[in-house]
């Protein structure tokens, strides 16, 4: 079945085309960050706007380089929450008008399901079950995953997501958005042992997470030494990401090891980060546990994944309806 995707859920307008939820034909992902790097974050409104002068030709060109024409379509997949509500309506309807006077089936897929399925596009899948640690801009949730359309939430943030931290420590130190990726580039010139930064295990049998904590005590130390900041940036980089990953490691190993699952997946913009890879693997394998790592460019939000996601609800006979609307919390 060769399903067309849609993402549209933050600032990215994402078109993909995939085969039978395995196999990417193409994907396309059209980023706004330069529209909303000057404001230090996604600013909702002007999300919206772009997504409506993108998702046509973000579509078509997804279309042209999986050489498919609209006719060798056979289904929409398309992101219906959570996320900004704006944003997500510009891809709903779309892919809801799209499909329908096509007489295409098409389905609503949640954006957690469909990072959780981004692990599907690789070429050696783990098999069900495992425990996925899916750490994003929004979420950071482990789960219990028992098929392709279905999961357990054994824990989650209690306030800021793991992603939403790299963020706003990037932005106290004044080094832009999004700051995940700054961040980690920095940490490799910096010591991470040298500035102690507190790990909240919460209890320690919950895979519950909290950064809020973490977050004030960079937020302390960046005003105890603004006079020198700029040569302790490494290290400040180095140390709060080594204290969100010893907490996001130890606790889907330990998730895992709970479920008795011999399999990890890391899913999400977090799952890019190089220091987090590493670890989770390295500590995962003294327990007898593989870590399946989606690529870089599938760990951010594209539409590979929804199209992946969608695929298995549709081949379960699942469809969405013209009263379907999108959503911006899930409880999942
Ligand atoms: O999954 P995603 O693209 O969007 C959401 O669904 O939120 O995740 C974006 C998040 C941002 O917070 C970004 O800073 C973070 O992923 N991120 C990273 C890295 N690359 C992106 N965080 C840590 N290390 C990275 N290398
Ligand atoms: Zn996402």
Redesign the pocket.
């Known amino acids: 079945m060769i399903v067309l995707g849609i993402e549209t859920s933050?600032d990215e307008t994402a078109a993909a085309v995939v085969a039978d939820g395995r196999r990417i034909l193409s994907s396309v992902v059209s980023s706004q960050v330069a529209v909303h790097r000057p404001f230090g974050g996604v600013v909702p409104e002007l999300a919206s706007r772009k997504h409506i002068e993108a998702i046509v030709p973000v579509v078509r060109q997804a279309l042209s380089e999986g050489g498919i024409s609209q006719a060798g379509l056979e289904a929409v997949a398309v992101t219906q929450g959570p996320g900004l509500i704006g944003s997500l309506l510009v891809g709903f309807s779309f892919a809801k008008a799209f499909a329908m006077v096509r007489g295409l089936p098409w389905i609503g897929v949640s954006?957690l399901e469909g990072?959780i399925n981004s692990v599907f596009l690789e070429p050696d899948p783990p098999a069900f079950p495992f425990t996925a640690l899916l750490a994003?801009?929004?979420h950071t949730s482990i789960y219990h995953v028992t098929a392709h359309t279905q999961f357990d939430l054994m824990g989650q943030t209690r306030d800021d997501a793991a992603?939403?931290a790299?963020?706003k420590v990037a932005k106290m130190l004044d080094l832009g958005y999004?700051?995940?990726?700054i961040?980690?580039k920095l940490a490799q010139e910096g010591d991470p042992t040298r500035i102690p930064f507190p790990r909240s295990y919460l209890d320690r049998s919950s895979y519950d997470f909290s950064f809020s904590g973490l977050k004030t005590a960079v937020g302390r130390y960046v005003r105890d030494h603004s006079r020198d900041l700029a040569a302790r940036i490494p290290d400040i980089a180095a140390g709060f990401q080594e204290a969100v990953v010893d907490v996001l490691a130890d606790k889907v190993i330990e998730a895992a090891i709970y479920k008795n699952c011999s399999r990890i997946a890391l899913v999400?913009?977090?799952a890019?980060?190089?220091r987090l890879r590493e670890k989770v693997t390295v500590d995962a394998r003294k327990k007898g546990i593989s870590v399946y790592l989606p690529g870089h460019d599938l760990?951010?939000?594209n539409a590979a994944m929804i199209a992946a996601a969608g695929y298995h609800h549709l081949a379960n006979g699942a469809r969405s309806d013209f009263d379907d609307d999108v959503y911006s919390r899930q409880a999942l």
């Open positions: 933050c954006h990072h994003s801009g929004g992603g939403e790299f963020d999004p700051g995940g990726g961040i980690s999400g913009g977090v890019a980060n190089g760990c951010g939000d």
